[in-house]
């Protein structure tokens, strides 16, 4: 089995979201809505759904008139692919090929390929268009829909902290500090750190890119070590081995709970007799 992690630059419109929901239907394990972010992340299963949900996006958003705190290439921004069990790397990987032609084909979308390595995601966003064309489609963003980064990768936890000072550069010192200590202790990247305003507070924005060894109370940890933090959010879905990896007394402050792994949603689906 496949999931994809669809994210959208759509947080705003509730009759558009619902539009994209319904287009994955069965599929949908999960949609976490940021108005502040003007983003919505989809959890799906599958490799229909995300193409489903990819037509809503293209009729439903124009990117032209969208404004949002995180950095975007398109409506539909980022399509990744993971392997989950019963599937392989190599299956994600083809999943990722077959949707970026797809992609180009069906709405005229140019798309950018990445990977867990090299290139990764913010590789594609740093120079899509500036140095690198797309690996398919037209050599510039569609009129509406920009463009797209499609990948393949491993489990990757997105998790926030919300810092108690409104001011961004706290969030950007915090987020150079957990990434220097991070790599120092590991040796090579297990997190992706971003700092912004977002609605008038600070937030550190975290991928944890090795979460079975630095997981979401690690983050908390160094996120903690770095800077005063008022609450944590979850983005998405984690796997249940990471969850479990967490002292349970931790769940609620750090917004996770059994209900939001993969496993209890993909169980929920199955009772519901999707296939």
Same mark, same amino acid.
Not at 4 to 31: F, K, M, Y
Not at 158 to 164: E, G, H, R, S, Y
């Given at each position: 089995?496949?999931?994809?992690?669809?994210?959208?630059?759509?947080?705003?419109?509730?009759?558009?979201?619902?539009?994209?929901?319904?287009?994955?239907?069965?599929?949908?394990?999960?949609?976490?809505?940021?108005?502040?972010?003007?983003?919505?992340?989809?959890?799906?299963?599958?490799?229909?759904?995300?193409?489903?949900?990819?037509?809503?996006?293209?009729?439903?958003?124009?990117?032209?008139?969208?404004?949002?705190?995180?950095?975007?290439?398109?409506?539909?921004?980022? *399509?990744? @692919?993971? !392997?989950?069990?019963? &599937?392989?790397?190599?299956?994600? /990987?083809?999943? %990722?090929?077959?949707?970026? +032609?797809?992609?180009?084909?069906?709405?005229?979308?140019?798309?950018?390929?990445?990977?867990?390595?090299?290139?990764?995601?913010?590789?594609?966003?740093?120079?899509?268009?500036?140095?690198?064309?797309?690996?398919?489609?037209?050599?510039?963003?569609?009129?509406?829909?920009?463009?797209?980064?499609?990948?393949?990768?491993?489990?990757? *936890?997105? @998790?926030? !902290?919300?810092?108690? &000072?409104?001011?961004?550069?706290? /969030?950007?010192? %915090?987020?150079?500090?957990? +990434?220097?200590?991070?790599?120092?202790?590991?040796?090579?990247?297990?997190?992706?750190?971003?700092?912004?305003?977002?609605?008038?507070?600070?937030?550190?924005?975290?991928?944890?890119?090795?979460?079975?060894?630095?997981?979401?109370?690690?983050?908390?940890?160094?996120?903690?070590?770095?800077?005063?933090?008022?609450?944590?959010?979850? *983005?998405?879905?984690?796997?249940?081995?990471?969850?479990?990896?967490?002292?349970?007394?931790?769940?609620?402050?750090?917004?996770?709970?059994?209900?939001?792994?993969?496993?209890?949603?993909?169980?929920?689906?199955?009772?519901?007799?999707?296939?």
């Amino acid at each position: 089995m496949l999931e994809c992690v669809v994210n959208v630059s759509e947080g705003l419109d509730p009759q558009v979201i619902r539009l994209l929901s319904s287009a994955a239907g069965a599929d949908l394990l999960d949609c976490h809505v940021d108005p502040h972010h003007h983003r919505s992340v989809l959890t799906l299963v599958g490799t229909d759904s995300p193409r489903r949900v990819a037509t809503a996006a293209v009729d439903h958003i124009d990117l032209g008139r969208h404004r949002g705190a995180h950095p975007r290439l398109g409506a539909i921004d980022v *399509v990744p @692919f993971v !392997a989950l069990d019963g &599937s392989t790397p190599a299956d994600a /990987a083809l999943a %990722a090929d077959e949707f970026a +032609r797809w992609m180009s084909d069906e709405h005229g979308v140019p798309c950018f390929r990445y990977h867990a390595r090299s290139p990764s995601l913010p590789e594609v966003r740093r120079n899509a268009f500036h140095g690198r064309g797309p690996d398919t489609g037209p050599g510039s963003p569609h009129s509406t829909a920009g463009a797209c980064a499609v990948g393949d990768r491993g489990v990757l *936890v997105a @998790f926030n !902290a919300w810092l108690t &000072s409104p001011d961004p550069a706290s /969030a950007r010192r %915090a987020a150079a500090r957990v +990434r220097a200590e991070t790599t120092e202790r590991f040796g090579h990247q297990v997190v992706r750190t971003l700092g912004m305003s977002v609605g008038g507070r600070a937030q550190l924005s975290m991928n944890l890119i090795k979460p079975e060894v630095f997981g979401p109370a690690d983050a908390a940890d160094a996120a903690e070590r770095a800077a005063p933090v008022a609450r944590y959010e979850l *983005v998405g879905l984690v796997p249940a081995t990471v969850l479990t990896a967490v002292p349970p007394h931790r769940w609620s402050r750090l917004d996770l709970g059994w209900s939001c792994t993969i496993e209890a949603r993909l169980a929920a689906r199955s009772r519901r007799g999707a296939t």
